[in-house]
């Protein structure tokens, strides 16, 4: 059973280009919730999305920032207009359903360096 | 109200040590409290949780206090190796939420032979 897997491990961007970061969850995990990480700081809540629905997304910039999990397909943070402050580390989560934050498990993360 | 305090920033321990790593929240909505361990270049990964029904849990070397009333949970590693070389994190999770994670900061420790 493969772990929760995210491409592409690392990322350079130029100023003002859009970044894709995908997340495929674990088998039978239907839920999902992405998080940045700046350097020597911890991880911070962006969104938590389930199959075609975006449940919270408190955490999410106000814009450039945009996140979905298609019925078919990983789910996908997208960052537009990207600014050297983008860079960090996204990670996401996956659970199999509401309630069992106890069996989330963490992808290796997406390392966003914009130059 | 949502923040987790995390202390220290960073703690450098023999080998055989106790490794201790405490952390303080202000929300007594939240019911989950979770440690994860982070190498470089990894993702988090749970070590050990506790929910606020319990004051103790002991996994192995690692185990959590909790103290309910004074809002307070540590991490207390027992005979710390160099292999517990890593990041740290503290989280809580509210009741009845999204059960999204709240981070505390992080602490690098270090473990020397």
């Known amino acids: 059973n493969a772990g929760v897997m995210q491409n592409p491990r690392h990322l350079v961007r130029r100023r003002g280009q859009e970044a894709r970061l995908r997340c495929s969850p674990m088998?039978?995990?239907?839920?999902v919730y992405w998080y940045r990480q700046l350097p020597e700081e911890g991880l911070k809540f962006m969104v938590y999305?389930?199959?075609?629905?975006?449940?919270?997304e408190s955490g999410m910039p106000k814009e450039r920032f945009s996140a979905e999990f298609p019925k078919e397909g990983p789910s996908i943070l997208r960052i537009q207009q990207v600014v050297r402050g983008d860079s960090a580390a996204y990670f996401c989560?996956?659970?199999?359903?509401?309630?069992?934050?106890?069996?989330?498990?963490f992808g290796q993360g997406t390392r966003l360096t914009v130059v | 109200q949502q923040q987790v305090k995390q202390s220290p920033q960073s703690l450098i321990v023999q080998k055989g040590g106790i490794s201790i790593i405490n952390c303080a929240y202000e929300?007594?909505?939240?019911?989950?409290f979770p440690w994860y361990q982070q190498f470089p270049g990894k993702g988090p990964a749970l070590l050990i949780a506790?929910?606020?029904?319990?004051s103790e849990k002991k996994e192995g070397r690692f185990t959590i206090s909790f103290n309910k009333s004074a809002k307070q949970f540590s991490l207390h590693i027992m005979d710390s190796q160099p292999g517990d070389s890593a990041t740290y994190f503290c989280?809580?999770?509210?009741?009845?939420?999204?059960?999204?994670?709240?981070f505390g900061t992080g602490t690098r420790l270090q473990v020397f032979p």
């Open positions: 506790i929910r606020p029904d319990v």
């Open positions: 989560a996956s659970s199999p359903r509401r309630g069992t934050n106890t069996e989330a498990f």
């Open positions: 999305l389930q199959k075609e629905n975006i449940i919270d």
């Open positions: 989280a809580a999770s509210p009741l009845g939420g999204t059960d999204k994670l709240i």
């Open positions: 929300n007594t909505a939240f019911d989950y």
């Open positions: 088998k039978g995990h239907s839920h």
